[in-house]
């Protein structure tokens, strides 16, 4: 009796543990059934779309911004601030398997880079020779060598090389940076729509598609895009981050959250950090952004076992919560590998937390980390993500010198869109009314009556025009008083 009632005594809290746990997986499922925020719905920025018929370009202030239905709509809201200069940063080591397939899928883009700097991180097979053959071919790539340290290194050592290359080029002449591995394959508009979805919302500082996998290793090309995911295994990555393997930015933000620490979770804690300085990182599973991900993460150094413990020490170091650490490790049980996968991960974190290992040094960062986990824990990581990015934008504070200060010369309908708090189809169906039966009758006016946005939000963005065009500070409050003369356009 008295072992029995020990091993009662066990259970009890380790059932409560397990159901809790389960409810939290529940919620975070729910949530991302939620809708998309409007920076988050891809679709209304990639897709043509032939029900709308008024541009939403807003560039142009006469009457050439609209067009007859049934015409296509362009998929930018205003021209490029500069032009559309992305550099690519690939460290890679022994990818000869997959190699042409990530240089042959960057080299049918259609908007190539204007320069791709591979590091060759000391390749002992047949690496080398495959990239100066491409090289020779296509005057964008430049290749850097290391010497062969002996072992592929992942975390650090991945991105050691990588700022061996970043260190070759000039930041400031390339509005985008990305880091990519020599292990993908993309569908060849992937970095026109990036940037397309980056100009249409600047506060995104950096983003990406969703990777998948084959079960089979199958090296048939993909055809993208991958409408049809069946034969697939989708790699669960969440929104409210853009992947390492192929991790886009915005070079100002880059700069602004410092680059990539040099450890393991480098490509959680910059995401983080994006957030903290009221940026958006994010990413989108529309079928145009889908990728294959020819070696499937965490794989990369010996097997799926050391990859999840590696990843589990990860967490541990950026700040994680055991009690968040427990609900991803039993969501990601459900992902191959089934239940091995997010036992490796909880191992990798205890066995770090009871060793006492080292974390992240910015505190701050961390009490920042534990605060929306525990939103995520509560509310659903959507909805906390959502809510987090919304209240983090008097942060934001972009580069001039690269982005366009919001607000300077920019209309009322641009500025609700950009600020995420309108979704273009809405402003397209407004504009459309503007030009229609609702002429002379100010935008902002129709959007309200629409109940596309509030008459708070509308008054933000007019005191934000406001603010631009006079360098005056006005407070929202203020705002009505001056609808007849901004809110017009």
């Not at 940076?177 to 993908?184: E, G, M, P, Q, T």
Request: with cysteine; proline share 6%; glycine share 8%.
């Amino acid at each position: 009796m008295p072992r029995l009632a020990s091993d009662l005594a066990l259970l009890v809290p380790l059932a409560g543990l397990l159901l809790s746990s389960g409810f939290l997986v529940l919620l975070a499922v729910l949530s991302r059934r939620a809708q998309p925020p409007p920076y988050g719905d891809t679709g209304a920025i990639f897709r043509l779309r032939r029900d709308w018929p008024v541009r939403t370009g807003l560039d142009s202030g006469d009457a050439s911004a609209v067009a007859a239905p049934g015409l296509c709509t362009v998929t930018r809201l205003r021209p490029p601030s500069r032009s559309r200069r992305y550099c690519l940063i690939t460290p890679c080591r022994d990818e000869a398997l997959y190699a042409r397939r990530t240089l042959e899928a960057i080299t049918r883009q259609t908007e190539p880079p204007a320069l791709w700097v591979i590091v060759d991180d000391g390749s002992t097979d047949a690496t080398p020779r495959i990239l100066a053959e491409y090289a020779a071919r296509f005057s964008y790539i430049r290749i850097v060598r290391r010497a062969d340290r002996g072992a592929r290194r992942v975390g650090g050592g991945v991105i050691d090389a990588f700022y061996s290359g970043y260190d070759t080029i000039d930041p400031s002449a390339f509005e985008y940076i990305c880091k990519l591995d020599l292990d993908l394959d993309i569908p060849s508009r992937y970095f026109e729509l990036m940037m397309n979805w980056m100009e249409a919302y600047p506060r995104i500082g950096t983003c990406s598609g969703k990777p998948y996998f084959s079960p089979d290793n199958d090296s048939a090309p993909a055809a993208f895009p991958l409408a049809d995911t069946s034969g697939l295994v989708s790699e669960k990555c969440g929104d409210e981050q853009s992947v390492g393997m192929i991790k886009f930015y915005r070079s100002n933000c880059f700069h602004q959250v410092g680059g990539f620490v040099r450890e393991v979770m480098w490509d959680g804690i910059d995401g983080h950090r994006c957030r903290t300085l009221g940026w958006i990182a994010i990413s989108s599973d529309h079928p145009e952004l889908r990728f294959l991900h020819l070696r499937p993460m965490g794989t990369s150094q010996k097997n799926w076992w050391t990859g999840r413990v590696r990843h589990g020490f990860g967490q541990y170091f950026m700040g994680t919560t055991p009690l968040y650490m427990l609900a991803s490790a039993i969501y990601r049980m459900t992902r191959p590998p089934l239940l091995l996968g997010g036992l490796g991960m909880l191992y990798g974190y205890f066995r770090s937390l009871l060793r006492g290992a080292p974390r992240y040094g910015d505190t701050q960062f961390r009490r920042f980390l534990r605060s929306y986990q525990w939103a995520c824990l509560l509310k659903g990581k959507t909805t906390a993500t959502v809510e987090l990015n919304g209240s983090m934008a008097t942060s934001w504070r972009p580069a001039s010198s690269v982005s366009p200060q919001a607000g300077v010369h920019q209309r009322i309908g641009e500025i609700l869109v950009q600020a995420s708090v309108l979704r273009i189809e809405k402003l397209a169906e407004a504009l459309a009314a503007q030009h229609g039966k609702h002429a002379g009758t100010p935008l902002g006016e129709i959007l309200v009556n629409m109940k596309a946005i509030s008459q708070e939000q509308l008054f933000r963005a007019v005191a934000l025009q406001l603010d631009a065009r006079t360098g005056t500070a006005f407070p929202a409050e203020y705002v009505p008083h001056r609808l007849g003369f901004d809110a017009r356009n």
